[in-house]
C-alpha cells in the first residue's frame, strides 16, 4: 500500500472515529437530561445548578450535531467519486461499518473482487484540502 493511499484511508476512517465520540456524546447527552429530569421530579430548585445542566445539554447537542456534520462531510466526499459502485463500498465500509465479506455477500460479488474495488475507490479517491471544492 502506498503512503498516499495510507493517507486516504485515514482520512476516510475519521468516519469510524466520528461514530465513536458521536455515542459517547449521545450517552453524555442522556446523562445530563436524565440529571435534569431527577430534579424536577425530588422537587429540587436550584437555579445555579439546573442552567449548568442546561449549558451542558446544549454543547453535547452542539457537538453532536458537528459530528454529524463532519461525517456528511465523508460522505460527500466519497460522493465524488462518480462512480455508484466504488461509492457503495466506501459507504458501506466506512459509514456503515461492514466487512469485506458482508460487502461482497450484498452486493453478490466475491470478497476478493470487493478488495480490488475497494483500492480502486480508494486509487480514485481525493482528499481536499480545506477549502478547496469539487
Known amino acids: 500500500?502506498?503512503?498516499?493511499?495510507?493517507k486516504k484511508r485515514e482520512w476516510l476512517s475519521r468516519a469510524k472515529l466520528l461514530f465513536e465520540q458521536l455515542k459517547k456524546?449521545?450517552?453524555?447527552?442522556?446523562?445530563?437530561?436524565?440529571?435534569k429530569i431527577?430534579?424536577?421530579e425530588i422537587g429540587i430548585s436550584d437555579d445555579v445548578l439546573e442552567q449548568k445542566i442546561e449549558n451542558n445539554i446544549q454543547n453535547q447537542k452542539k457537538q453532536i450535531k458537528n459530528l454529524i456534520a463532519l461525517n456528511e462531510e465523508?460522505?460527500?466526499?466519497?460522493l465524488t467519486l462518480h462512480d455508484d459502485t466504488l461509492e457503495t463500498i466506501l459507504i458501506r465500509y466506512y459509514l456503515l461499518y461492514e466487512s469485506?465479506?458482508?460487502i461482497a455477500q450484498k452486493m453478490n460479488y466475491s470478497k476478493r473482487h470487493i478488495q480490488r474495488l475497494f483500492?480502486?475507490?480508494i486509487d480514485k479517491?481525493?482528499?481536499?484540502e480545506a477549502g478547496e471544492t469539487t
Request: hydrophobic share 50%; glycine share 0%.
Open 1 to 6: 500500500m502506498t503512503t498516499e493511499q495510507i
Open 100 to 102: 469485506y465479506s458482508i
Open 74 to 78: 465523508i460522505r460527500n466526499m466519497i
Open 125 to 128: 479517491f481525493i482528499v481536499l
Open 119 to 121: 483500492f480502486q475507490a
Open 38 to 40: 431527577f430534579l424536577f
Open 25 to 35: 456524546t449521545q450517552k453524555q447527552l442522556l446523562r445530563y437530561q436524565r440529571q
